[in-house]
């Protein structure tokens, strides 16, 4: 849900930011960016912290992600975008960690 707030309200906030909607597409890039860095980096972090603690980290970051966007302003925008991917990218091997101590062996 985080990562499909900016672009559900782009057309509303396009003319508050002066900017155009149609550069949606840039931010939704710069989000997937993040998750792939983070998605990438995430497996020796999940096994130091635990794969739940680090998912609460992850939903910390896209909290922040989210409040970078109270600025208003096109670098709290691009800021907003990667620190919104840094947390929603370890989101899957995390919850694949789980299920795979949780998951009884067939």
């Given at each position: ?18 900017l ?6 840039l ?44 600025f ?14 840094l ?20």
């Amino acid at each position: 849900m985080a990562t499909i707030t900016v672009p559900v309200l782009a057309p509303a906030a396009s003319d508050e930011l002066h900017l155009s909607a149609g550069l949606i597409g840039l931010y939704v890039s710069l989000v997937y960016l993040g998750s792939m860095i983070s998605s990438a980096a995430s497996a020796d972090l999940i096994r130091r912290v635990g794969a739940i603690r680090f998912s609460q980290y992850c939903l910390v970051m896209c909290a922040v992600g989210l409040a970078l966007l109270t600025f208003g302003t096109t670098p709290a925008l691009i800021a907003s975008a990667l620190v919104l991917g840094l947390g929603y990218g370890p989101i899957t091997p995390a919850s694949s960690h789980i299920l795979a101590k949780t998951t009884p062996r067939t």
